[in-house]
């Protein structure tokens, strides 16, 4: 080989470093998962109806600009039932009783009942939306036999990425805890804020559960303090350390707008708990208006997504809108929140096509569950067999009913867009032509296990 050639060999060698480590630094992967929780198709469709007027009227339901949608199992490994069961007296008390999950399109749909039966809990269904493994119920990231669960987060953050969790209920409540905490027991709030705030795996936590402030943003005379959220002396150390252990904390409306909106540099790790007990606005007394001190969902999302998109590599967040399994019963607060959701929705993905590209960025849209058997008004009648809401226009609280108070074992919306988006179709596991004819879609059926795998394949650039 002469001089002069082995002169070219070396710069091509050099010129295929340079464009394979221009490639690389530019694999960035920012996986966002948003439950609305208790958000079955039925709420789904009364906030579209509330908010575009129609059936389907946002940009996921019709399939613009790249969504891909899909239905979702739920169901647990073991789930406790809790149905009413009227005695020999006339009173009514709550029986449970507990059985496999599983679910069949076969035979889901030829009684108005059986969707109603062996519905999962948010701490397995998050489990299943964080780890991948069905367990039973009442567990968070731990499997059926006991044994401690990686979640996406854990495996990302392993990776060098960043990871959030961000809520519009109490922070360390099942759905948000599930993102970073492991708990034989949901109810272990105090256990669950402390693995959240102190594991070195999320950069954003942000939720409602301020002591010093009641459901309607009032100030209290005396702190309470919830128990899925900081303790008494926790709260102590974070209001009065300038950064405890790393964080930065923010209470006030005006510094999450700050934060959002580019104004204030985002810090490196960022703790939000707006001035609000249980949750931003759903459990405020009827009489009253907006929290107006209170940040929006979509001002807490923004603020997150500044703070871990400084991550080189990229981020997973989860967004919970987390009242609409509260609300049942309540068609007027349950469009509110849906609402809520669909504005944050709308605000990621500005944010994304301004500061990221959907080469880069995954958005995944669903439920834990689904709550309260939203259907139509007749939709337990023979000749009306599921009949979907009713919509009266826009701004409008539909014709609707919840045939139950609690979850139930239906299958749930997913809608996905960008990278890696083409991998759920890979995952489909049946077609159910009878759900996807309720409510106006191809009807395939994915599994809320397969939302952390795929996640877990674009954080190991698969």
Known sequence: MTVMSRKFARFVLGLILVLTLTVCASAKTNYILMIVDGGGEGAYRIGSQFYTGEDRGLPYMKHEDGWKEFGCTTYSKSGVVQDTKTTDSGTEKIVNYSEDGSYSPDTHWLEFETHMK??????????????????????????????????????????????GSITNVMPSHATPAAVAGHNMNRGDGANLWREMVKKDVLSVVIGAAHPWYDKNGERREEAQFNPYGPSEHAWGRITTEPTYHGWTFIEKREDFQKIASGEVPAPKKLMGLPQVAGTFQSSRSHDRGRNENVPTLTECCLAGLNTLNQNEKGFYLMVESGSVDWLTGNAQRTCEEMCEFFDAVQAICDWVEKNSSWEETTIILTADHETGALFGPLADQPDTMFQAPIGKGKGQVPECNFFKKSHTNAPVPLFVKGK????????????????????????????NTDVPQIGKELFDGK
Do not use: H, M, Y
């Open 420 to 447: 890696g988006a083409e991998k759920f179709e890979g995952r489909v596991k049946c077609t159910d032509e009878t759900f996807g004819k309720i409510w106006g879609f191809e009807g395939k059926i994915v599994d």
């Open 118 to 163: 062996n519905p999962t809990d948010s701490a397995a269904s998050a489990t299943a939306l964080n780890s991948g493994v069905k367990t039973k119920n009442g567990r968070i990231n731990f499997d059926e036999n006991g044994k401690q669960l990686e979640t996406v987060a854990d495996f990302a953050a392993a990776r060098g990425f960043a990871a």
